[in-house]
């Protein structure tokens, strides 16, 4: 009988030890002393992971990622993309995060003021979004935002999430807006916000800025501003690329703002939040005019007499820095 028992334990010892030892292995942290990314491509598999690791220096026996995978029900759970792994992970670690679906993240920002042809020349150059564009895109419709994507995100479907945010956006800016606007439509509150991210990137001047447009159209007066002449002659299409001309503001078009009344058809560039804003809500005064100060912002002024000063002071600055 005791021979028996002494027989029974040294089997139960004996399996022990192997189930100890793979036990041990999978959930030992690997050899990663810094992160490291891999990428599980469509249709990839348990042998695809493994070679990975391997080149990576993070197993020495790939077998290893295999039978674990196997053995733990993950070899039809993993996910394409792209992983990111850090020291103290274990292959078990490993083999939940690469089933996990939470792949790496990248970002891509759209800058305010850009024209809808700048932004698609951005979204069309970054090598990690893949197709090609055939969302249609109006002006104005994109949102200058900072968006996370994944690797081989589809280009229309980044776009069409900078679509959203905009329209987000813009129909939060116009449910909060100020009451007596001269705007009759949330598209007209899209083309104002255009103008002012044309016209100065200073935080504190935006209101002021809307509010010298808001006050013109109030009163009836030509909106006078040089952005929508620039995208009278350029359409948006590219940089104009000098100073506009005094003959340049005679151009024959809708959006010149020296000739015709009222807001262009259409926005001039993708406003920012900030100019969102201000559109809804410009500043309380009684200005009609701005000029560059030489510091960067803009001098306003309530009448004709006193913007012209500016005027002559702004022309001084430029000729001291000659």
């Given amino acids: 009988?005791?021979?028996?028992?002494?027989?029974?334990?040294?089997?139960?010892?004996?399996?022990?030890?192997?189930?100890?030892?793979?036990?041990?292995?999978?959930?030992?942290?690997?050899?990663?002393?810094?992160?490291?990314?891999?990428?599980?491509?469509?249709?990839?598999?348990?042998?695809?992971?493994?070679?990975?690791?391997?080149?990576?220096?993070?197993?020495?026996?790939?077998?290893?990622?295999?039978?674990?995978?196997?053995?733990?029900?993950?070899?039809?759970?993993?996910?394409?993309?792209?992983?990111?792994?850090?020291?103290?992970m274990s292959l078990l670690d490993v083999l939940e995060k690469?089933?996990?679906?939470?792949?790496?993240?990248?970002?891509?920002?759209?800058?305010?003021?850009?024209?809808?042809?700048?932004?698609?020349?951005?979204?069309?150059?970054?090598?990690?979004?893949?197709?090609?564009?055939?969302?249609?895109?109006?002006?104005?419709?994109?949102?200058?935002?900072?968006?996370?994507?994944?690797?081989?995100?589809?280009?229309?479907?980044?776009?069409?999430?900078?679509?959203k945010a905009m329209d987000k956006a813009l129909n939060e800016a116009w449910e909060g807006r100020d009451e007596d606007l001269p705007l009759n439509s949330q598209e007209e509150l899209l083309i104002l916000a255009s103008i002012i991210e044309k016209e100065t990137g200073v935080d504190a001047e935006r209101q002021k800025v809307a509010s010298v447009f808001v006050n013109r159209l109030n009163k009836d007066m030509l909106l006078q501003t040089d952005p929508t002449v620039i995208y009278a002659i350029t359409l948006g299409k590219e940089d104009l690329g000098r100073s506009l001309k005094r003959k340049d503001l005679q151009v024959d078009s809708p959006y010149n703002t020296y000739k015709n009344k009222g807001l262009p058809p259409t926005p001039i560039c993708n406003p920012g939040l900030e100019a969102l804003q201000a559109a809804a809500h410009p500043a309380d005064t009684d200005y009609l005019f701005f000029v560059a100060d030489g510091k960067g912002g803009h001098n306003f002024a309530k009448s004709l007499d006193e913007h012209n000063r500016n005027v002559k002071s702004w022309v001084n600055s430029l000729r001291k820095q000659k």
């Fill in 1 to 88: 009988m005791r021979s028996f028992l002494v027989k029974g334990l040294m089997v139960l010892i004996a399996l022990q030890i192997p189930f100890s030892f793979f036990n041990w292995q999978v959930h030992k942290p690997l050899s990663m002393t810094s992160p490291i990314v891999v990428e599980m491509p469509k249709g990839g598999n348990a042998g695809v992971l493994a070679k990975q690791l391997k080149e990576e220096g993070v197993v020495k026996f790939p077998l290893w990622v295999k039978l674990t995978s196997r053995a733990f029900g993950y070899d039809k759970k993993l996910k394409a993309g792209e992983y990111k792994l850090l020291p103290g």
């Fill in 98 to 163: 690469v089933s996990s679906g939470k792949v790496v993240l990248h970002r891509l920002t759209l800058p305010e003021g850009l024209t809808t042809n700048q932004m698609l020349k951005i979204i069309e150059n970054n090598e990690l979004l893949t197709g090609p564009i055939t969302e249609p895109v109006k002006e104005g419709e994109l949102l200058p935002e900072t968006y996370s994507f994944h690797k081989g995100e589809s280009r229309n479907k980044f776009i069409v999430n900078a679509k």
